[in-house]
């Protein structure tokens, strides 16, 4: 069995010598099961969600720093030098998995959600997603479909919002000020 | 130095866990992160719901657990976290590459290097960026102090709560010369920031060699000691012996790793399984016991700090004979120029200048970097959208997964076993509320 087998089987990709494969939000219970059982990866290590809205808006200046990439000749090119490759939708979540056997293999599922959009909890799969899921939701507000438990587990309970997001305010904290009293 | 040639390694059969060893297992909840009882039970008189924590000195930092017992015996459990939870992963998103190798540190207080080791590879990942062979050698080298540091304040801490009080002082004589030595070599005791992108912030002190050899050739001796005082002191074998058993298959499912996962009879360890750094090229034993209770965890650790103390050893013989060698990666567009260049040169006039005020791009991707700290994996996932700012930076904790377990391990335990186990799976609440 190899990654396209999985069920909801998108894409496979590498990069940076790591392999992203791409599962529909709805299947990534069943193809987790099957990573676990077919493919042999007994871990899952963690469960991360990124928010990427405004990815690609912002112009920057400056050099492109990297080992192989830049071009000394063209210093300051305004704006990136390539523009970010867009994302299907605005929330990724990445399970990272690991198979523990000689020579150790990774693997990142990876499922695309727009906000609201619910997924299928993997708890049944791995017990450890337990608080990974819960983690996701308290910061990011992914909602985990099927899990027992979705409470938030960092912040407060009573708390509001989603700190992570990126329309989240940063020092939005309400200060009172003794004038206004 | 013994460099370890083609180690040999029999195959090994993992148990592959299934759903079915969960069905009517041990623990009542469906899953075993909490443990809970039945609502008649709560309401009877038999019950008795105790809050323990957030500031207890025994719960390792701000950890709360609501414990539900029945007598003197353990019947529920479920831990509250986030009372340290300080927005690390926002905070960094708002700083540029170079700003941010500060963070990591302090979220697990207790094994700093091995966490800021962790970011500065991930964005070297990112970078494609070659690293001198002496910062390799002397990362490895701090990385294994910090390790025993780690493992010197755990088995401080968990001996001191657990009646033996002079334990807390010899462990935490040889953390002092450890800090010491950190102090020699980078200007503070913790949270040094001396691992930067590219290498190391300056070149190792001619007065650090001599001082370290002293060190590895004293730290047998402690261990020594440790043993001496703990191994057959009836009352630690008695507290710890047999109890918080985590099996196998249960501390995998629960993704545990590191000491834990070792003390359960899984033989892995990524700085064996999954190289970095030079720990191919290193010459030492990963310690594995299989009965998974707080006895073999503390014994785990034991004999880690003695191979720490050996790689310690290996890495001091490489570095002293790789003197007068660069110590950072000379690519002026991550790096800071050397100092003394700025009063001479317009063009490190410049880079400095485009480094410290905008700071350095990262090419757009994203990587999982995971190190062996001394709680297990340590996992660094970074997005980058190719700007001076990371995307998104999130940690995978150990920790947190290792509070996890909590609730399995305590399982049918009484309540003065909760402290030696919660101890024994030694969290630090910085590192699980990030």
């Not at chain 1, 438990?149 to 708390?159: C, E, H, K, T, V």
């Not at chain 2, 075993?32 to 709560?42: D, G, K, M, R, V």
């Amino acid at each position: 069995m190899t990654y396209r087998d999985l069920p909801g089987f998108v894409e496979e990709k590498e990069a940076f010598g790591e392999t992203t494969v791409t599962i529909e939000p709805a299947r990534i219970r069943d193809a987790s099961e099957a990573a676990r059982d077919a493919l042999g990866f007994q871990m899952l290590v963690d469960i991360v969600a990124t928010d990427y809205l405004g990815w690609g808006s912002q112009g920057v200046s400056g050099y492109i720093a990297t080992a192989t990439g830049r071009d000394i000749n063209f210093p300051s090119t305004q704006g990136l030098q390539t523009l970010p490759s867009l994302k299907p939708k605005r929330f990724s979540i990445a399970y990272h998995l690991l198979a523990m056997r000689q020579p150790a293999e990774r693997v990142r599922l990876k499922c695309w959600v727009d906000d609201g959009e619910l997924v299928p909890s993997v708890v049944s799969v791995w017990p450890t997603a337990d608080w990974h899921e819960r983690e996701q939701f308290d910061l990011m507000g992914i909602r985990f479909e099927g899990h027992p438990n979705l409470a938030r587990l960092i912040m407060d309970d009573d708390w509001e919002g989603h700190p992570l997001r990126k329309d989240y305010p940063i020092g939005g904290e309400p200060v009172r000020f003794s004038e206004a009293q | 130095m013994s460099v370890a040639g083609e180690r040999t390694r029999a195959a090994r059969v993992w148990p592959v866990v299934h759903d079915a060893q969960y069905e009517g297992s041990r623990i009542p909840s469906p899953i075993p992160t909490a443990l809970q009882l039945p609502e008649e039970l709560l309401e009877s008189d038999d019950v008795l719901r105790v809050n323990f924590g957030p500031n207890h000195p025994s719960t390792h930092g701000v950890l709360r657990l609501i414990v539900d017992l029945d007598g003197e015996s353990v019947v529920g459990l479920s831990a509250v976290i986030g009372y340290l939870h300080t927005g690390f992963e926002k905070s960094m998103e708002q700083k540029t590459w170079w700003k941010c190798v500060t963070y990591p540190e302090r979220i697990d207080y207790v094994g700093f290097q091995n966490n800021e080791l962790t970011f500065v590879l991930a964005v070297e990942k990112l970078l494609a960026l070659e690293v001198p062979e002496k910062a390799t050698w002397m990362r490895a080298l701090l990385s294994e102090l910090s390790r025993l540091h780690s493992h010197l304040v755990y088995l401080g801490t968990s001996a001191l709560e657990l009646g033996a009080i002079s334990m807390f002082w010899y462990c935490f004589r040889e953390r002092e010369t450890i800090l010491d030595l950190f102090e020699m070599v980078t200007g503070q005791r913790m949270h040094t920031r001396y691992f930067q992108i590219g290498g190391l912030a300056e070149d190792i002190p001619e007065g650090f060699y001599p001082e370290c050899r002293k060190f590895v050739e004293w730290m047998p001796h402690a261990l020594d000691d440790y043993l001496a005082l703990l191994d057959r002191n009836a009352i630690w074998l008695e507290r710890t012996k047999g109890v918080g058993v985590l099996s196998a298959n249960d501390a995998i499912a629960l993704g545990q790793t590191g000491p834990n996962l070792r003390a359960s009879g899984v033989d892995w360890d990524l700085r064996r399984d999954q190289p970095y750094l030079t720990y191919d090229q290193i010459d030492f034993q990963v310690p594995v016991y299989a009965n998974g209770d707080v006895y073999d965890r503390y014994r785990v650790r034991m004999d880690e700090m003695r191979e720490s103390t050996r790689i310690v050893d290996q890495c001091l013989r490489r570095l002293e004979r790789l003197r007068g060698r660069p110590w950072i990666a000379d690519d002026r567009k991550v790096v800071l120029p050397p100092r003394e260049e700025l009063h001479t040169s317009m063009e490190s006039l410049i880079h400095h200048f485009k480094i410290v005020t905008e700071g350095f791009r990262v090419p757009e991707g994203e990587v999982y970097v995971a190190t062996e700290s001394p709680r297990g994996e340590q996992g660094c996932y970074l997005v980058s959208e190719g700007g001076p700012k990371p995307w998104r930076v999130h940690f995978r904790a150990p920790s947190f997964a290792a509070l996890e377990a909590t609730a399995t391990c305590v399982h049918e335990t009484l309540v003065a076993d909760l402290i030696a186990i919660v101890g024994s799976l030694d969290a630090v609440m910085g590192d699980t509320d990030r």
